[in-house]
């Protein structure tokens, strides 16, 4: 082998975040998969007791947490970290009713708002402002994802089981703004 070849060169790239701060966003990518994973399950919750325009809502939703991971894998790549990407557990796939879904989902959001501002708190006590930058993003989208979990668990419980089509002709029409912000001009 010849010097200077992929072999034996060391890698010296220089990294823009600390190893904990790493390590934390290597977490919450897992939890953003998890959540992803969750939601799934809860779309086909729905799926299976015929209530399409809900099953499409957590679909997206599951969708959306996919990509929150892939901006933290991108963001740990940008900075010269290691992306490691932890076991995600397995979510709950039964439910007794769409309150129970709706109530887990709005459980979870509340519990990643938690690790967001906690990768806030840190990214703040290391002075490390670019990753402050890039986390506040998250913090401002948790806002709406609390809010819009948050009316919808209220617009279920009112509801009730038996009309759960009220809710899904007010998803299906754009009357609910908080759940998928203004509607389209067009």
Excluded: C
Aim: a negative charge; glycine letters at 6%.
């Amino acid at each position: 082998m010849m010097a200077g070849t992929p072999e034996n060169q060391e890698t010296s790239t220089m990294s823009m975040i600390s190893e904990e701060l790493n390590a934390r966003m290597n977490e919450q990518i897992g939890h953003e998969f998890g959540a992803s994973l969750q939601y799934v399950n809860i779309a086909a919750y729905f799926d299976d007791v015929g209530l399409p325009v809900l099953t499409q809502h957590f679909f997206k939703q599951a969708d959306e947490e996919r990509e929150h991971a892939m901006k933290f894998v991108r963001y740990i790549l940008d900075a010269g970290g290691k992306v490691a990407i932890p076991a995600v557990p397995a979510p709950r796939n039964q439910f007794a009713s769409a309150e129970e879904a709706v109530s887990l989902a709005l459980e979870w959001e509340y519990t990643v708002t938690k690790q967001i501002n906690s990768l806030l708190e840190r990214a703040t006590s290391e002075r490390d402002y670019v990753a402050h930058d890039f986390l506040e993003w998250f913090a401002r989208e948790q806002l709406e994802e609390v809010s819009s979990m948050d009316t919808l668990l209220k617009m279920v419980r009112r509801s009730g089981e038996a009309g759960l089509m009220l809710v899904e002709n007010a998803l299906a029409s754009g009357r609910v703004l908080s759940l998928g912000g203004p509607p389209d001009d067009h």
